[in-house]
T-cell receptor, first 112, second 114 residues
Framework: GENVEQHPSTLSVQEGDSAVIKCTYS??????FPWYKQELGKGPQLIID?????GEKKDQRIAVTLNKTAKHFSLHITETQPEDSAVYFC???????????FGSGTRLQVQP | EPEVTQTPSHQVTQMGQEVILRCVPI?????FYWYRQILGQKVEFLVS????????KSEIFDDQFSVERPDGSNFTLKIRSTKLEDSAMYFC????????????FGPGTRLTVL
């Protein structure tokens, strides 16, 4: 089955800096890659996603890139703010199935 | 903004007891899921449900687990005889259509088995 690895496990940046979180996946059939943000006491919130027919997608300060050949995808947050502090999860699935396979999470701390 | 809701937020039970976790998916959504997250571990898929039947389940989802949509709004996860290792955060999620990739998660129910 699919295996998703996520790095780093923790990331501390200064407010205004950029943050990059990376994930690799094992199943070449995977074609949908969402990113979730989880704040303390809340459920995962979908923040951006990308499908395998696209190499990059951007939504304001957040972008995701996908390299199908290398089987990795990354989350980029620019101009970080303290409210970006949370745990971020990547996930992958083959849309022929439904089950998301999650990475282990990255705790992002944005220092004011 | 519509959201998935879950009750209770925290459930404490004795080993061997049955528990039912409840979810109200987003109202026009048709595809439903349960995931769990054991403390310090990854979020894991349990089951997906569409058109009143299970469409996919993981190896975690054994005979101790069952799901049901008892009415037009609720979606439930039942654990028949809880074990200590069932202690986890359980998340419900929903998707608008079978063709929709996006899954929207609820806030979770923390299950503690003593």
């Amino acid at each position: 089955g699919e295996n998703v690895e996520q790095h780093p496990s923790t990331l501390s940046v200064q407010e205004g800096d950029s943050a990059v979180i990376k994930c690799t996946y094992s199943d070449s059939a995977s074609n949908y890659f969402p990113w979730y943000k989880q704040e303390l006491g809340k459920g995962p919130q979908l923040i951006i996603d990308i499908r395998s027919n696209v190499g990059e997608k951007k939504d304001q300060r957040i972008a995701v890139t996908l390299n199908k050949t290398a089987k990795h995808f990354s989350l980029h947050i620019t101009e970080t703010q303290p409210e970006d502090s949370a745990v971020y999860f990547c996930a992958a699935t083959d849309t022929g199935r439904r089950a998301l396979t999650f990475g282990s999470g990255t705790r992002l701390q944005v220092q004011p | 903004e519509p959201e998935v809701t879950q009750t209770p937020s925290h459930q404490v039970t004795q080993m061997g007891q049955e528990v039912i976790l409840r979810c109200v998916p987003i109202s026009n959504h048709l595809y439903f899921y349960w995931y769990r997250q054991i403390l310090g571990q990854k979020v894991e898929f349990l089951v997906s449900f569409y058109n009143n039947e299970i469409s996919e389940k993981s190896e975690i989802f054994d005979d101790q687990f069952s799901v049901e949509r008892p009415d037009g709004s609720n979606f439930t996860l039942k654990i028949r005889s809880t074990k200590l290792e069932d202690s986890a955060m359980y998340f419900c999620a929903s998707s608008e259509l079978p063709s929709s990739d996006e899954q929207f998660f609820g806030p979770g129910t923390r299950l503690t088995v003593l």
